[in-house]
Nanobody, 123 residues
């Protein structure tokens, strides 16, 4: 079973930036599409972005497109979510997960999940 570990969350002011990391000790992430999901208090979990196993395709939901970037570093076996121009509505617990479905226009549900990292955007 793939085990994922997120890191990089924290408290940031509106307009600031954070970079989240998703690692998988003992597993090769290049074999998997990786999705980023988030869940805000009182809301359902939503898909934010994904990157295909090859790295050729990425998807970003409308609310983050142009502000967030998803990438992978194969040498570090890590997937990143670079978040710029953060807004209070981006406050949530962010999760990475493997997913069977990731393309330029879609993100499927997650399969194996990390434990999540809290992102709080507040002044």
């Amino acid at each position: 079973q793939v085990q994922l570990v997120e890191s990089g969350g924290g408290l940031v002011q509106p307009g600031g930036s954070l970079r989240l990391s998703c690692a998988a000790p003992g597993f090769t992430l290049d074999h998997y599409n990786i999705g980023w999901y988030r869940q805000a208090p009182g809301k359902e979990r939503e898909g934010v972005s994904c990157i295909s196993s090859s790295g050729d395709s990425t998807y970003h939901t409308d609310s983050v497109r142009g502000r967030f970037t998803t990438s992978r570093d194969t040498s570090k076996n890590t997937v990143y979510l670079q978040m710029n121009s953060l807004r209070p509505e981006d406050t949530a617990v962010y999760y990475c997960a493997t997913t069977l479905l990731c393309g330029s226009y879609y993100l499927g549900p997650g399969d194996y999940w990390g434990q999540g990292t809290q992102v709080t955007v507040s002044s």
